[in-house]
């Protein structure tokens, strides 16, 4: 592989912001930015120069003074020193001026008001003339008009005379007829547009009084009504919000000369005293090209590129407003970056190779082949981008020079200076132009079918062959091909027969017969296949040579040595795998074609020709003879009769047998579900009887020993209260003892009570009496005792308990 280079001032970029042929809005190419205001223009203001009004309309009565002075000729001069006096004193302190009012109690108003000529004078009721509270009356007098507010007033003076009486106030415009007095009441936001002796005045917002002069009243005007305003050289301009304004106004150049240049101007107001100003039209500022006069505005959005001519030369404007001034420019339109990879304009080109492909162009008459990816730029007029192409096809061709990807599995065919040259598995890089590549040769397996075709078809496949090498198609029906010459124009009609994928062959009796069948084959030596034979008759050479061996090897074999089998077409698998023992006939013919086949062929085709033949399949044969084959089916047919009825009787055998076998099943069946069954219930009565066996003796087991728990615990009870008796009685007799024990008369009476209780236990039990003399058998047991004896044996127990006494006292003494 031989590594393709560029030039090195081919450097791709990351980005187009890199590229140095795409002008940015700060470029030294472009005029700047000259969206301003009109302070570079000549005749600049800052505000319009108003004229004040010169009476306070609130007051109708300053009206009427301000016309009588004004009747003086030197009333004029003094009342604007006044203004400008008021104006400096104002600005002095710092403060905003506000608008000017003339004081009618001024000392100079008050002089000139006295000076005026006025021949009017308060007439006594019910004489004179009534002027109504918000109107005026005029009068003339030697030539001047006077005016009267609200009032009655009589004219003393002959040469007065009254000329408009009753005249409201509440009018933009009072003109009396036959005079110079002009009232003008400009409302607020407006601007009144007079001309004073030919030149433009502009009246600010209030009432101004006129008298003398030549006044000419234009008109008023609101300033919320309209976006410009000219009156004589005096302009005022109202750009909107989101609109440019296109002028021609005067500017001074670096030179010293002033010229009449358009401009752009941004939103607000904008104002300019100039004869030579005009303004054009207003434009959105989303406009991506704006064209006024010699100026240019391009708004170049984000992604996009904008084509335009400069004094001749082709420029690309990138993203941004760029401002350019000149008379020799043409826009071109505008591009997308992302949907034109190649944009060109002019001798410029710009192209973006992304990755998996390869850029194709002419530089200077050389092909180039721009492999890396990133953006490319050249301005040159002996450069030329071609197009994409993708980087994994096979070939790739621009003049001389080739990029050939041979894929594993092929080869490429090329000719050097002649001479051919194969091209193994891998990228080849091609610059000489001597050396053809011609295509890819495919090494791998494939696959013929062996057909025995006619004259025509095998034109027909010529040319069809042709055809796709040059592009053509072809022409097919149901029932007919046409296969047109693209070379001589001829139109080929054929109509292949059912049996057009057989290859027709001959036994040794002379039967023909079909055989359906496929050779497969490869190309081992490619340089020795190119150089003995054209590779495009290769299978053509392959499938007559084929179709001749099989020919050869069915002719020395007999039909019967073939078709043993019990059917007419027999298919066999994979010939090279042996045939079981026990399989048919046809099988072993199979695999003796392919032995033989291969046996004839593959030596051959590999030394001459270097081409591997690598198998052969067998996939059916049939009998081509109609009437053979229709006898042969008969037989077929028969056969297969006498094959059914005995399937049928020894399918009938085996019902009849199956039958009976299933009767004897299902009656065993029968019984061992029966023995089953009572064994299930005898073993559920057994399993019955045992469970309440045992629950009955759980229960006495549980009962015997809860009773005899129940009554050992009763006898521990019983005892333990008889002994708990015993010893709370002992204790209560040892007491009393005790206590009798401290008398005389208790001594003895305790010694009764056990007498008492001796006799009384001794007789317990005692059914029957018996008396007996006791002076005739005194030493009997059962004589009662006698008062000697009593007192003897209360003798014996005194001695009993003194001594007993005696002993508690010692046991005392000794603890």
């Not at 994409?388 to 041979?406: H, N, T």
Request: aromatic share 6%; glycine share 6%.
């Amino acid at each position: 592989e031989k590594i393709m280079t560029v030039p090195s001032h081919f450097v791709p970029h990351k980005s187009y912001e890199e590229c140095r042929l795409i002008d940015k809005p700060d470029s030294p190419r472009n005029t700047g930015f000259i969206l301003s205001t009109l302070e570079e223009c000549e005749g600049y203001l800052t505000s319009l120069p108003m004229l004040k009004p010169n009476v306070d309309r609130s007051k109708p009565e300053t009206i009427a003074n301000m016309v009588n002075i004004l009747t003086l000729t030197k009333a004029s001069p003094l009342l604007k020193e006044e203004e400008l006096k008021f104006s400096r004193e104002v600005m002095e302190k710092g403060e905003p001026l506000p608008m000017y009012k003339i004081d009618q109690k001024n000392e100079v108003v008050m002089k000139l008001l006295n000076s005026a000529k006025i021949s009017h004078m308060a007439a006594p009721f019910p004489l004179g003339h009534i002027v109504k509270p918000g109107y005026i009356s005029f009068y003339k007098m030697d030539g001047k008009t006077y005016a009267v507010p609200e009032g009655r007033w009589m004219l003393p003076n002959p040469k007065a005379v009254w000329v408009d009486k009753n005249i409201t106030l509440n009018q933009d415009l009072i003109s009396p007829p036959g005079t110079q007095v002009k009232i003008v009441r400009v409302p607020s936001g407006a601007l009144g547009l007079i001309f004073d002796q030919g030149v433009g005045v502009l009246l600010d917002e209030g009432t101004h009084v006129f008298n003398g002069g030549q006044i000419t009243i234009e008109k008023t005007i609101h300033f919320n009504s309209t976006v410009h305003i000219n009156h004589d050289d005096y302009n005022y301009l109202r750009v909107l919000r989101g609109k440019y304004a296109k002028i021609w106004a005067e500017i001074k150049g670096d030179d010293g000369t002033i010229s009449l240049k358009p401009r752009l101007i941004k939103e607000g107001e904008h104002m300019i005293k100039s004869d030579l100003f005009v303004y054009s039209a207003f434009v959105d500022v989303s406009e991506k090209f704006i064209k006024h006069g010699s100026m240019y505005q391009l708004n170049v959005p984000k992604g996009s590129l904008a084509k335009v001519w400069h004094d001749n030369m082709p420029r690309l404007l990138g993203e941004g407003i760029h401002m350019i001034e000149s008379t020799n420019f043409r826009f071109d339109g505008i591009v997308s970056i992302a949907d034109t990879p190649c944009i060109t304009h002019g001798t410029i080109t710009i192209f973006r190779v992304p990755r998996g492909e390869i850029g194709l162009a002419w530089d200077n008459n050389e092909p180039m082949f721009f492999e890396m990816q990133g953006i490319y730029e050249e301005d040159s007029p002996d450069f030329q981008f071609v197009e994409y192409r993708d980087a994994d096809e096979p070939l790739i061709k621009l003049g001389a020079k080739k990029i050939a990807f041979v894929q594993t599995g092929s080869v490429g065919v090329s000719y050097d200076e002649g001479t051919l040259k194969i091209l193994p598995q891998g990228k080849h890089t091609i610059e000489s132009a001597t050396h053809w590549f011609k295509g890819f040769l495919s090494t791998q397996q494939k696959s013929i079918r062996l057909a025995t075709y006619s004259s025509n078809q095998k034109l027909a496949n010529k040319i069809q062959m042709q055809n796709k090498t040059n592009g053509s198609k072809t022409v097919t029906t149901s029932t007919s091909h046409k296969v047109r010459d693209s070379n001589t124009g001829v139109t080929l009609n054929y109509s292949p027969d059912q049996n057009y994928d057989l290859a027709i062959c001959e036994t040794k009796d002379l039967v023909k017969v079909g055989l359906r069948s496929d050779v497969f084959y490869s190309i081992d030596d490619p340089e020795k296949c190119i150089n003995k034979i054209d590779v495009d008759e290769l299978e053509d050479l392959i499938r007559e040579t084929s179709v001749a061996a099989l020919t050869n090897i069915v002719r020395s074999t007999a039909l019967n040595q073939i078709a043993q089998s019990q059917i007419i077409s027999a298919k066999s698998g994979d010939v090279e795998v042996l045939p079981p023992a026990g399989q048919t006939t046809t099988a072993v013919f199979f695999q003796r074609v392919h032995d033989e086949f291969m046996a004839k062929l593959h030596d051959d085709f590999m030394i001459n020709y270097g081409v591997n033949i690598a198998n052969i399949r067998i996939e059916s044969f049939k009998i081509m003879d109609g009437e053979l084959s229709r006898q042969i089916s008969q037989h077929v047919l028969t056969t297969a009769k006498i094959e059914n009825e005995m399937a049928n009787l020894e399918g009938t055998h085996m019902v009849d047998t199956t039958r009976e076998r299933t009767a004897a099943d299902v009656a065993n069946i029968a019984a061992e579900s029966k023995a089953a069954a009572l064994k299930t219930e005898h073993d559920a009565a057994n399993q019955r009887l045992l469970e309440e066996t045992k629950a009955k003796a759980d229960a006495m087991r549980i009962t015997v020993s809860t009773k005899a728990k129940a009554e050992a615990e009763s006898i521990l009870i019983k005892a333990k209260a008889e002994a708990d008796a015993i010893r709370l009685k002992a204790e209560a007799e040892a007491k009393r003892a005790q206590m009798l024990s401290e008398t005389n008369f208790g001594q003895q009476e305790a010694l009764l009570e056990k007498y008492s209780e001796m006799v009384i236990k001794s007789n317990e039990g005692v059914e029957k009496v018996i008396y007996l003399d006791p002076s005739i058998n005194r030493e009997s047991p059962f004589a009662l005792g006698s008062l000697q004896n009593l007192n003897f044996d209360l003798n014996n127990l005194s001695q009993l308990a003194i001594a007993s006494r005696e002993s508690s006292g010692m046991n005392g003494g000794r603890q």
